[in-house]
């Protein structure tokens, strides 16, 4: 191998159209080959399905969040998955569930694909090494109840296909109503909602409380009469439910005013900022994307009310020194021979980092009202440089080894608008090899909103050796610092497209930034 190689995006494509052009080639050369192949291996799945536990999954219908459900069949099917829902009631030795539950039966072409994505992923031997994530579940990744089925019966159960799932939004109680409650049950699209609806007023109850037969849990969005025709266009095609409401909730509430919101990415760490840029974008949530050169100009709090840092930088050291710099400027801008750098930001050189003047910059916007929110090893950050200054770092022995396994957490401060939504203390989230934090014992009770248990037993989906070295750990940290927060996730609740039933805490942050104290 070479000892030292320059290696950019070109030698990327060029990589990537090398194999694409050698694929088909093969494909050229043998194409009776290829097909009776892939004919084997589909018959093979689908023999194999009919033998070999478990036979199939079910998602069961009636779940109080239908559009992670929504995710969650749909992303099977962009696989090939086969998908079906059941046209009567399903009586498994699992269990009985309704109608309209998702069947996913084992004996298809694509059977084996499906049993991957959905089954708990194992590991008997922990000294076992791997190139990259040892946990994808998708149940546990999307927070969806998903249910493996051993008994045979599955693969005859009457389902109708599935080409796409689109869970469509209800008003309930007619337009003649004071107010509607858009109920929080944990969809990510609240925060689309209220982008959409960015100029009506909308307020969120602190407290769950009935209406009639309905439980209208914490987080959920009040919205008077006046706007009902525009906020039942708006559910629909959302999957929300909105509750008709004879008066306004006699429970505390506050205002979901919107943020003025920026993603900061250092040049030299750029892949975790993307998939944070790509939710923003599917979910509707504006954004200015900003680097070092915006951070030295300063006054950050007079253009934002919030700052997304996602993770990156391999620690705090990392994020404010970012490239080393070289002996002549290294420049990222548009030139008549590269005309598409530049698009989405420039600089004259991408070395350096923000350095101690852009922690300063960081230091006075949070002081003078902002929220800073980390992801992942961006945490160790605030800690590292004084920004969050009683919160300590560390990081794991070498004899721990975690890569991206799916564990517990406990969330301790539930009335936080971090966990409007949740409805569960034990949530799965995804390992990050984030920070190890501290935080003193006089502050844990206020600052430490969610913990990883540790151990063992904590471990749902992948590999984590030494699972006691998390034990007791924050896993989500809230510091007040002058008048404004430090928000710091030692988790990544925006992870690859992936961990969907984490993106509503990162949601809530940005939605409810001027209450996360309460």
Request: hydrophobic residues 40%; glycine residues 10%; aromatic residues 10%.
């Amino acid at each position: 191998p070479y000892k030292e190689v320059d290696w950019s995006i070109r030698n990327s494509t060029n990589y990537s159209e090398t194999g694409v052009l050698s694929a088909l080639q093969l494909v050229a050369a043998f194409p009776q080959v290829i097909l009776e192949n892939f004919y084997k291996k589909s018959r093979n799945s689908i023999e194999a399905g009919k033998k070999d536990p478990p036979f199939g999954y079910l998602i069961p219908a009636g779940q109080s969040d239908m559009t992670r459900v929504a995710v969650v069949v749909n992303l099977l099917r962009i696989q090939g998955i086969e998908v079906g829902r059941a046209t009567g009631e399903v009586k498994l030795k699992e269990g009985t569930y309704p109608a309209g539950s998702f069947i996913v039966k084992r004996d298809q072409p694509y059977g084996r694909l499906a049993k991957i994505l959905l089954e708990k992923q194992n590991f008997p031997d922990a000294n076992l090494r791997t190139y990259d994530d040892t946990a994808w579940t998708m149940g546990l990744m999307a927070h969806t109840k998903i249910v493996e089925s051993a008994d045979l019966a599955v693969l005859s159960v009457p389902v109708e296909p599935v080409d796409r799932f689109e869970p469509k939004g209800v008003m309930s109680g007619g337009n003649s109503a004071a107010f509607y409650a858009v109920t929080d049950n944990g969809s990510n699209n609240m925060i689309t909602l209220r982008y959409r609806m960015k100029d009506v007023q909308v307020r969120a109850v602190e407290q769950t409380f009935k209406s009639g037969s309905h439980d209208i849990p914490a987080g959920s969005f009040i919205i008077a009469k006046e706007a009902y025709d525009r906020l039942k266009a708006t559910i629909e095609p959302l999957g929300l439910t909105a509750v008709a409401l004879a008066d306004a909730p006699t429970v505390a509430m506050h205002a979901v005013d919107l943020p003025r919101l920026a993603v900061y990415s250092t040049w030299g760490n750029t892949q975790e900022v993307g998939w944070v840029r790509h939710a923003f974008d599917q979910f509707e949530i504006p954004f200015d994307l900003i680097y070092k050169e915006r951070i030295k100009i300063g006054n950050l709090r007079a253009t934002y009310d919030v700052i997304v840092i996602p993770n990156q930088g391999r620690g705090g050291k990392g994020l404010v020194y970012d490239i080393e710099p070289r002996s002549k400027p290294l420049s990222y801008t548009r030139t008549d021979r590269f005309k598409n750098l530049g698009s989405y930001g420039s600089s004259a050189d991408i070395t350096g980092g923000m350095g101690l003047p852009g922690v300063m910059e960081f230091q006075k916007f949070v002081e003078e009202g902002g929220l800073l929110i980390t992801l992942g090893e961006a945490s160790a950050f605030p800690a590292e440089f004084g920004i969050a200054r009683r919160v300590e770092t560390a990081r794991t022995t070498p004899q721990f080894y975690a890569p991206g396994p799916i564990v517990q957490a406990e969330i301790l401060r539930s009335a936080n608008p971090v966990f409007y939504g949740y409805s569960d203390r034990m949530i799965p989230v995804r390992w990050a090899n984030g920070p190890l934090l501290t935080v003193p014992e006089r502050d844990r009770e206020q600052q430490v909103l969610m913990r990883f248990p540790g151990g063992d037993p904590s471990v749902l989906s992948g590999l984590m050796k030494g699972a006691n070295e998390i034990r007791g750990r924050p896993a989500i940290v809230d510091v007040p610092v002058g008048q404004g927060r430090v928000l710091m996730f030692a988790t990544n609740p925006c992870y690859r497209w992936q961990n969907f039933g984490e993106f509503g805490m990162l949601f809530n942050a940005v939605m409810h930034y001027k209450n996360l104290g309460r």
